[in-house]
């Protein structure tokens, strides 16, 4: 049910707002505001612009409304099909969040289930993220936080999940390995089971890629690395032995796994489709 401010037709009532415009960040990724400056104007909806592939935001002390867009900041017929994510901080709250297209809201998250963290994905086509202050009495320990990614609609499929269960094709295991957020040959030590995932400790032999570091060196004279990659619970994972190759893709700072086949099948496939010419890219097996 939407809140007492929600409960008539919404563009009604956005005329008879105060319509103020926030100001860009430096970098048009992340926002920062504070509701102090809706004081004695609780009804304001305040005009967020971020145009970035990712980035968070921060509102200190909810009052009134926002309403955040969220662009990519080229102009290109792909961006009609990506998705956003948004992840809430744990100490999220003060505000239940909406997704407002034309005027018709949806309710995305509310203010008792920011703190979970967890991740949240929509299609960029449905709409705006409309943030509505939860009145309180006292305001003054109350932020809203996210950060935000704009991801390709397929991996936005995978909101729930964010990686795949399923074997991989061989197709798309030559195209995994030049285009994922990480590559990396190395073995499993162990999975633990978390609340609604599964945690694999890996032991890196070989890094090809990491568009960030989620696997930490072992030292200056130590080829190695490990790290931890998240796959859903209900995956069913399980440690086995010998070599794999892991690749996924990193969200919010969190590797996710995607393609991991033995190593060995691998290297069979890999040089197969080189005989043939059909490799999508180059890689050192050497």
Known sequence: MLSPMLASLLLPLLFLFRISFGQYSSDQCSWKGSGLTHEGHTRDVEQVYLRCSQGSLEWLYPTGAIIVNLRPNT???????????????????GTNIYLDRNGKLRLLLREQDQAQAKVHCFSIQEGALFIEAVPHMDISRRITAFQYELISERLGAEAHSLAPCQPCSDAEMLLAVCTKDFVAQGSIKKVEQEEEQSSVTVEISR????????????????????????????????????????????????????????????????????????????????
């Open 75 to 93: 102009v290109s017929p792909a961006a009609a099909h990506l998705s956003v994510c948004i992840k809430t901080s744990t100490e999220s709250s």
């Open 207 to 286: 890094l090809y890629r990491q568009k960030t570091q989620v696997f930490i060196s072992g030292g200056v004279r130590v080829r190695s690395w490990t790290g931890h990659i998240k796959m859903p619970l209900q995956c069913g994972v399980k440690s086995g032995e010998g070599e794999f190759l892991f690749t996924g893709t990193v969200r919010f700072g969190e590797a996710w796994m995607g393609c991991a086949p033995r190593y060995k099948d691998f290297l069979r496939l890999y040089h197969e489709a080189q005989q043939q010419g059909t490799n999508p890219c180059h890689v050192d097996t050497d």
